[in-house]
Nanobody
Framework: QVQLVESGGGLVQAGGSLRLSCTSSGRTFSSYYAGWFRQAPGKERELVARISWTGARTYYADPVKGRFTISRDNAKNLVYLQMNSLKPEDTAVYYC??????????????WGQGTQVTVSS
């Protein structure tokens, strides 16, 4: 069983940056596909970015292209989301997700509890 834990959220001014991290307790998820999702108040959860287990393949949702970067360090069992040029509309709870099946696009099975990101204007 994989338990995902996110960290790095917080309050930042518009135009600022944050880096989210995701790791797992229990089994390592270095061979899993991974992704970041977010859910803003009153809205459905949406995909932000995803990455293959090698890191060779990535995908970004249009609203974050050019501003966010997903990456991973399998030796450290970590997946990152670097968020630059943050906007108030990026405010949401951000969730890490993982899929062990190594099929693209991944169908995520494991989810973290989320970390709050708040961008002030």
């Amino acid at each position: 069983q994989v338990q995902l834990v996110e960290s790095g959220g917080g309050l930042v001014q518009a135009g600022g940056s944050l880096r989210l991290s995701c790791t797992s307790s229990g089994r390592t998820f270095s061979s899993y596909y991974a992704g970041w999702f977010r859910q803003a108040p009153g809205k459905e959860r949406e995909l932000v970015a995803r990455i293959s287990w090698t890191g060779a393949r990535t995908y970004y949702a249009d609203p974050v292209k050019g501003r966010f970067t997903i990456s991973r360090d399998n030796a450290k069992n970590l997946v990152y989301l670097q968020m630059n040029s943050l906007k108030p509309e990026d405010t949401a709870v951000y969730y890490c997700a993982a899929d062990p099946k190594q099929v693209w696009p991944p169908q995520f099975e494991f989810w973290g509890q989320g970390t709050q990101v708040t961008v002030s204007s």
